[in-house]
């Protein structure tokens, strides 16, 4: 593929238990991919099943999961929240 790049990634709600164990100070995990990774690939390496990722942030805005990471993005995934 190409040269390594770092990502920082953030799970919330029930994913959060798939979060690696190194965090850094502000709670996100940096992840060595790389480069021409897309953000579905991220979803396998935790696995994360597609259907279940329903909110996937990049950078703060909505990204397909076949949208390219590119080095220094924030990925944030979210499952759907049910609440009453």
């Known amino acids: 593929m190409g040269k390594p790049m770092k990502i920082w990634l953030r799970l919330y709600a029930n994913f959060e238990?798939?979060?690696?164990?190194?965090?850094?100070e502000d709670g996100s995990a940096g992840l060595e991919?790389?480069?021409?990774?897309?953000?579905?690939d991220v979803l396998d390496i935790y696995g994360i099943p597609h259907e279940e990722a329903y909110v996937i942030l990049l950078?703060?805005?909505?990204a397909p999961k076949d949208t390219p990471l590119v080095d220094g993005a924030e990925l944030c995934i979210f499952p759907a929240i049910v609440g009453g």
């Open 59 to 62: 950078d703060g805005r909505h």
């Open 17 to 24: 238990e798939k979060m690696p164990l190194e965090l850094e």
């Open 33 to 40: 991919l790389t480069q021409g990774a897309l953000v579905k």
